[in-house]
């Protein structure tokens, strides 16, 4: 797990020069503080910031082939590179080191472009050709790993994180307002769009070629879902052990490291799979780590230690307060690079603090499981809101929303029109691939009403549905329903949101290696041709994933309805109902008629509002972190004369502390 940054001269640019990839790569000293590697020519330079987990004393990159013509710096891990490594040496290929980075050089070597196909693992890879004169960037196929480029002056600068390339002067800094209008309809940007304006990331599954001075994108691997029910002929007991054996073999290889690897225990079912599997089918200690919350209405202690207790873990928890929120949440910003609708980063970038500190650099996690399974929310609203849309009249049918939402049983008679009008909005496009996303899109896009009325010119005619369908494979209106959901849900939240600001930025803000065993694309490629009801039987989310783990798991665990992961929102910014200091001055009117995104007096309301303690759901709070944080990117990556080395750097940092 590193950082990397490159330069590669496109046509009359400068060469690459040493002291220019020193200055990127010093950028990313968080992601990678073990040294640094460099390699350059006349045409490409290539920098890596190592995080040592493989080889330790061998593995430093840039790695090479044996005659020096093929050179590779990547961030990630090959979880498969001990098969690959015997096969190539079966092939001719010599090894100099024992690193997973170096079977990546001879996969190219042997076959080429395709490389790819043949990698198990999170990675994003910048691989020179030196004979062809031609660069590859690669990433992985569910976008774990983050890998970003831009151009400027005949060059192409590449880096695995934003701020790399805005260490360089000739980059242009300025916010993409199109993508702030994503940003507060799906939470992320539709790649490959960033909030930066004339920055872009490689999409998840995606290769680039720069040859002779041309650029092509390409994918090479993406998500696929039946048009129709697969053939029923297997019992669910042949589909729940061809799952589980496909799980543990995903455990084992993600736990190979030449250093102790941990794991997060959330309390809920996807991350107490992994800890069982760890404890039960592997040699690894098992060592556990989790975040606790002062407030009960987010706080899973009670089944973190259940399950602790079950499995004898050693185990760590980290207490988190909202205050603990409100003063780590600029440094947060400064890892994602991108505004966001929830705090919920911030507590596991807390936690990824705790797990350095305990001396681990690896955790296993249980991220993706719920796209790849069908656990969210989305996906039982999207089926009861279509048995509603069969019979629009009916009384009873919206009462389904009642197992869904318990508290809705007790919502007086106003309060049941308001949910039959919220679920039923957009309930025309119910044989649309986006429907089942509508809800969620729609009380995120509440925020545009706080945008001014220059932001809101400048996007126009914005259309959120047509927008999306324009990034949708052919044939996606052919797929069944939940396929079509679980696809969007993958390419916009999960690898947009969820596997960036929520995973890979805020554990790399402390050198930590977040792994993801539900995300082996073997493990994906078996569960998109299940049968929907494998996934979702009834309203019962996540079926088969629990009848795998019965008998493996208390049952309280393995039939808990799923708790989504939250975190204090607006009250974490207010200390007796007085504003943190850098809320203050970024949310005054004076910093926010001279940023231009947002109307004063609309956003003078909203936190009036939250100060009072009258934030109403997820609506209000959405808007006043997303607001907050859209501030705080336009403060430390388009205000400051420079970007800062280190958030420690940014003049918040003591702010924070202060707190």
């Known amino acids: 797990m590193c950082g990397i940054a490159g330069i ?21 000293e968080h992601r990678g503080p073990d040294g640094f590697g460099f390699y350059a020519d006349e045409t490409v330079g290539m920098a890596h910031a190592r995080l040592s987990i493989i080889d330790l004393e061998g593995g430093w990159q840039p790695i090479r082939n044996e005659d020096k013509t093929v050179w590779v710096v990547f961030n990630g891990e090959i979880f498969n590179y001990i098969e690959l ?6 092939s001719g290929h010599a090894f100099y080191t024992h690193s997973d980075t170096e079977v990546i050089v001879h996969l190219y070597e042997q076959y080429g472009d395709e490389f790819v196909q043949h990698l198990n693992g999170q990675f994003a890879i910048a691989l020179w050709d030196k004979t062809k004169q031609r660069l590859i960037l690669a990433r992985d196929r569910t976008g774990i790993r983050p890998i970003f480029y831009t151009t400027a002056r005949g060059r192409l600068l590449f880096a695995s994180e934003v701020k790399a390339l805005f260490a360089l002067p000739e980059v242009p800094r300025r916010l993409n307002t199109r993508s702030l209008g994503e940003i507060f309809t799906y939470w992320s940007p539709l790649a490959p769009a960033t909030v930066f304006e004339g920055v872009e990331s490689l999409p998840p599954g995606h290769v680039m070629t720069v040859e002779g001075g041309r650029i092509r994108v390409h994918r090479y691997w993406d998500w696929s879902f039946p048009e129709a029910l697969p053939e029923d002929s297997r019992s669910g007991e042949s589909y729940a052990e061809e799952l589980r054996a496909l799980l543990i073999d995903a455990v084992r290889l993600q736990l190979r490291a030449d250093v102790p690897v941990g794991a997060y225990l959330s309390g809920g079912l996807d991350s107490s799979i992994i800890t069982t599997i760890i404890k039960n089918f592997t040699d690894t200690p098992l060592r556990t780590f989790s975040v606790t919350f002062e407030d009960a209405e ?17 185990h ?51 991220e993706g499981a719920d796209e790849v399974f069908g656990g969210y929310d989305i996906f039982k609203e999207a089926k009861v809101r279509r048995f509603c849309a069969r019979a629009p009249q009916s009384e009873m049918r919206p009462r389904l929303f009642e197992r869904l939402y318990p508290y809705l049983k007790h919502s007086p008679a106003s309060g049941r029109a308001f949910t039959r009008k919220f679920f039923g909005e957009g309930i025309e496009h119910k044989d649309r691939p986006f429907f089942g996303h509508i809800p969620r899109w729609t009380t995120t896009r509440r925020i545009w009403q706080f945008f001014s009325p220059e932001l809101r010119e400048a996007l126009g005619d914005f259309d959120p549905y047509a927008a999306i369908e324009r990034k949708l494979p052919a044939g996606i209106e052919r797929w069944l329903p939940m396929g079509r959901e679980q696809y969007i849900e993958a390419h916009t939240l999960m690898s947009g949101y969820l596997l960036s600001s929520q995973g ?18 073997r493990l994906i490629e078996f569960a998109n041709q ?11 989310e996540k079926y088969l994933l629990k009848r795998t783990m019965k008998g493996l798991l208390p049952e309280s665990i393995r039939t808990r309805t799923k708790q989504p992961y939250r975190a204090p929102d607006s009250q974490s910014f207010f200390h007796h109902g007085v504003p943190l200091p850098y809320v203050a001055e970024l949310l005054s009117e004076s910093r926010l008629r001279t940023a231009g995104y947002f109307d004063p007096k609309s956003v003078a309301k909203l936190v009036e509002k939250c100060r009072a303690g009258r934030a109403i759901g997820f609506g ?31 003049g918040f940092s003591q702010l924070a502390k202060a707190v």
């Open 8 to 28: 590669l001269n496109t046509s009359s640019g400068c060469a690459p020069a040493e002291p220019e990839l020193s200055t990127m790569i010093r950028m990313l």
């Open 504 to 521: 890979d930025r805020v554990a790399m803000a402390n050198s930590v290696e977040g792994r993801f065993p539900y995300l082996d694309h």
């Open 316 to 366: 760590t928890d980290v207490r988190c307060t909202a205050s603990d929120i409100g003063a780590a949440f600029p440094r947060t910003v400064w890892h994602t690079e991108s505004p966001i609708v929830r705090t919920a980063p911030t507590p596991l970038m807390l936690l990824s603090a705790r797990v350095r500190a305990e001396g681990y650099k690896v955790v296993l996690t249980g």
């Open 530 to 540: 299940l049968p929907p009801r494998y996934k979702l039987m009834g309203l019962t």
């Open 620 to 650: 209000d709070n959405m808007a006043f972190v997303g607001i907050l944080s859209a501030m705080l990117v336009d403060e430390l990556f388009i205000r400051s004369s420079r970007v800062a080395n280190s958030f420690a750097d940014t």
């Open 298 to 314: 987010f706080d899973e202690s009670r089944h973190q230690q259940n399950l602790v207790e079950y499995l004898g873990t050693s």
């Open 85 to 90: 490594r015997q096969a190539l040496e079966k």
